[in-house]
């Protein structure tokens, strides 16, 4: 089994609309997602290939780049492969890439009640700065997000 990091094209969203949809409450939709693949933003999806199988999206990121900071807009891992490690391998792979384009400064937005998602960026370097209250849609009304950054 190998591991590798691919750029996301426009060619890729349908690929990778499933794992977006099955991950978020409130999915990006596909225009969304196409809008957030090119100019400032950046992105990769990490496969799994098997000798003469195809290979298996495990997950993705985006990221966008302007004026020395980045920030890291959508992460996720297929639901089936997650508590293996690889949203910590997207997480990393993400933070060089911000750093090659000459990001001094990461952020990210997560919600309250995400407590995995924080602990992995928490484990990662990044602390919290701010809330912002209602900043996501829920089921029942809206969710506070805490805004996260760490210096790279």
């Excluded at 997602?33 to 933003?41: H, L, N, Q, V």
């Excluded at 195809?54 to 996720?76: N, P, Q, R």
């Excluded at 690889?86 to 990461?106: M, N, P, S, T, V």
Aim: hydrophobic letters at 35%.
């Amino acid at each position: 089994m190998t591991l590798s990091f691919l750029p996301v094209t426009p060619d890729d969203i349908d690929n990778l609309m499933p794992i977006e949809n099955a991950c978020h409450s409130h999915p990006w939709n596909q225009q969304v997602f196409g809008s957030c693949i090119s100019g400032r933003y950046f992105g990769h999806y990490l496969i799994q290939e098997n000798r003469g199988q195809k290979h298996l999206i495990l997950g993705f990121y985006i990221g966008d780049y302007i004026a020395g900071e980045s920030t890291l807009m959508d992460i996720c891992v297929h639901p089936d492969q997650q508590g293996q490690g690889f949203g910590k391998q997207l997480l990393q792979h993400y933070i060089r890439q911000a750093k090659d384009l000459g990001a001094e400064k990461a952020l990210l937005e997560v919600r309250v009640r995400n407590i995995s998602a924080q602990m992995m960026y928490i484990n990662n370097g990044f602390g919290e700065i701010a809330r912002r209250t209602g900043y996501y849609p829920s089921t029942i009304g809206y969710e506070d997000a805490i805004v996260m950054a760490r210096s790279l």
